[in-house]
C-alpha cells in the first residue's frame, strides 16, 4: 500500500474511532468531535476546554446545519489543517 493509500486508511479508522458512540455511527456529535480533536489533534488544537471554541469550530464544520459532523465536513477540516501545516513548513524553509 502506498503512503497516500495509508493515510487516506489512517483518516477514516480514525473518523470511525469516534464516530456513533454517541448515535449515528457515520457521523460525529459535538462531544465525540471534541474527544477526536483532542486525541488526535491535541497538539494542533491543544487541550483546550473553551467550549466556545469547540461550539464554533462544530459550527463550521457542520455545512449542512443538522447537528453533526459527516465524514466529508471532516475530511474538509483535515484538508485545511494539512494545507495549513503545508504553508507553515514552506515558509520555514524560506528563513
Known amino acids: 500500500m502506498s503512503q497516500v493509500q495509508q493515510g487516506m486508511a489512517l483518516l477514516i479508522s480514525a473518523f470511525h474511532k469516534y464516530s456513533g458512540k454517541e448515535g449515528d455511527k457515520y457521523t460525529l456529535s459535538k462531544g465525540e468531535l471534541k474527544d477526536l480533536l483532542t486525541n488526535e489533534l491535541g497538539d494542533i488544537f491543544g487541550k483546550s476546554?473553551?467550549?466556545?471554541?469547540?461550539?464554533?469550530i462544530f459550527?463550521?464544520?457542520d455545512a449542512n446545519a443538522d447537528g453533526t459532523v459527516d465524514f466529508?465536513?471532516?475530511?474538509?477540516?483535515?484538508?485545511c489543517l494539512t494545507m495549513l501545516c503545508n504553508d507553515f513548513f514552506k515558509d520555514q524553509k524560506k528563513k
Request: proline share 0%; hydrophobic share 40%.
Open 59 to 61: 459550527k463550521d464544520l
Open 49 to 56: 476546554t473553551d467550549q466556545a471554541a469547540l461550539d464554533k
Open 72 to 79: 466529508q465536513e471532516y475530511i474538509t477540516l483535515v484538508a
